[in-house]
């Protein structure tokens, strides 16, 4: 039988095949990658800055190390431009085709484009990967101004490292506090408070109107200069590929508990998937869909389930842990504590905690707490 | 001794088992791994380990 092939090198892609090898030593694996195939920690790209870490510092091994490590071969920058489902290969951007037995897509998610009148003009970074880190962080100069756009985790975790590191960082979101999603108001107003008290400048509640080289001019009239500009808006699954080849994506790519795409030799795991409990783009549910799919893929049908997933998000300014409800549920916030210790729990129509945000001292309760929520799947 | 679980991932430090494959022998109590050492399998840093309930 033909091998196995993953497209993708992230945390999705070799968590799998570390797994899959554990289970079985003999079944061919060749990974596609479209970026140089290095594993490196990804959570770490908005925690490295203050840690004094460079590119080479995060790639933790070559893809050569990884080939002799876990006996696979990684194709390293090639991007695969089709799935021919019919006679099971996969084309290469250089034409090359490669065949498979099974096809695992660990792709990813793009981060959402920001645009605004002027934009074009503008070098506004996103950092999703390694290749981004280096371009973000070459040119940063010291003292410098940031333009970060989106106070949510991602945006509040760079607004605290960049900060620490000695940037001098002013936030723009139209939500009234950080992590406006994920927290509620007495939450999210502490942590704009803290992240305030290491020097980060927030414009909450309003929005970028035009972006001029240097300098963004707000909805109120206000003009914010910049030597550097970021943004951290959200991630939006890589479908196009599934999408093209005919399987079922919505949001992501559709997958079943056994983490099956509609074609029942192609799975998806990770940030580019969609499961029964909706996009999960976190690496706690993605080492559990790892597992369970490796199993599959060694011939031990295992259904992926996952207990209620806390979030520790990185902002040593506040600490600050999340469990989010399933989207969509109703209920209400329930806040406790005072000042920085804050216990904030979701509570549904029948008084049954749905989810749980947790700050200072409170964070502690995280482990124990999430064990009395509702499983995701 | 006590387990250590990454805050990221999930992954739990066992002291009893060590890590002989990053050179950390079993019996090592989390506080003596090397501050630069990383989870082995979400690559955050040593700071990124809390303390297992229970
Ligand atoms: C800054 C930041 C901080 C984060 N912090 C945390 C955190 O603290 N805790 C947490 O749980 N989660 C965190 N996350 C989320 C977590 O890192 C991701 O959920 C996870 O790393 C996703 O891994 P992945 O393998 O699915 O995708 P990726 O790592 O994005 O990998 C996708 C791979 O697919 C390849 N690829 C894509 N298209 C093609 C193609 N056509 N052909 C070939 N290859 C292709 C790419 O080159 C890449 O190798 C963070 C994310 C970011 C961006
Ligand atoms: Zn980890």
């Keep these: 039988m033909t091998g196995i092939v993953i497209i993708g090198s992230g945390l999705g892609g070799y968590s799998l095949a570390r797994e899959l090898r554990r289970l079985d030593p003999a079944v061919a694996i060749t990974m596609v990658t479209a970026d140089g195939g290095e594993l490196y920690s990804k959570p770490m790209l908005s925690a490295a800055f203050a840690q004094g870490k460079d590119v080479q510092a995060l790639a933790q091994k070559t893809a050569r190390q990884m080939e002799g490590e876990l006996g696979l071969t990684v194709v390293t920058r090639q991007r695969v431009t089709a799935i021919d489902r019919a006679a099971k290969r996969v084309v290469l951007g250089s034409g090359e085709a490669i065949a498979y037995g099974r096809l695992v897509l660990a792709m990813g998610a793009d981060p959402r484009p920001y645009r605004v009148e002027g934009s074009e003009e503008v070098t506004v970074h996103t950092v999703n990967d390694l290749d981004d880190y280096a371009a973000w962080r070459d040119g940063l100069v010291p003292q410098g101004r940031v333009l970060l756009i989106g106070a949510g985790l991602i945006g509040s975790e760079f607004a605290n490292d960049l900060t620490t590191a000695g940037q001098r960082v002013t936030v723009v979101d139209p939500a009234p506090w950080p992590l406006g999603r994920l927290l509620p108001r007495e939450l999210g107003e502490e942590l704009a408070t803290a992240l305030g008290g290491i020097g980060v400048t927030f414009r909450l509640g309003r929005s970028i109107t035009r972006l001029d080289p240097g300098k963004a001019v707000l909805d109120d009239g206000s003009v914010v200069a910049f030597d550097k500009a970021l943004s951290a808006i959200g991630l939006v699954p890589r479908t196009a590929l599934a999408a093209a080849a005919g399987l079922v994506v919505d949001k992501g790519i559709v997958v079943d508990r056994w983490l099956r795409t509609s074609d029942p030799a192609i799975f998806a795991l990770g940030d580019c998937a969609q499961t029964e409990a909706g996009p999960l783009p976190f690496v706690l549910p993605l080492m559990a869909e790892a597992k369970a799919l490796a199993a599959t893929l060694a011939g031990r049908e295992t259904a992926l389930s996952l207990p209620a997933l806390p979030v520790v998000v990185k902002t040593p300014a506040l600490p600050v842990a999340v469990c989010p409800p399933v989207p969509g549920a109703t209920g209400e916030w329930v806040v406790s504590g005072e000042g920085r210790d804050r216990k904030a729990l979701f509570v549904g129509a029948d008084g049954q905690p749905l989810g749980f945000a947790l700050s200072g001292s409170f964070t502690a309760e995280r482990q124990p707490l999430a064990k009395e929520m509702p499983d995701l799947l | ?54």
């Design chain 2, 1 to 54: 001794m006590k387990k250590y679980v990454c805050v990221v991932c999930g992954f739990v430090y066992d002291p009893a088992i060590g890590m002989p494959e990053d050179g950390i022998p079993a019996g090592t109590a989390f506080e003596d791994i090397p501050d630069d050492w990383c989870c082995p399998d979400c690559g955050v840093s040593k700071s990124d380990f809390e303390l297992q309930e229970g």
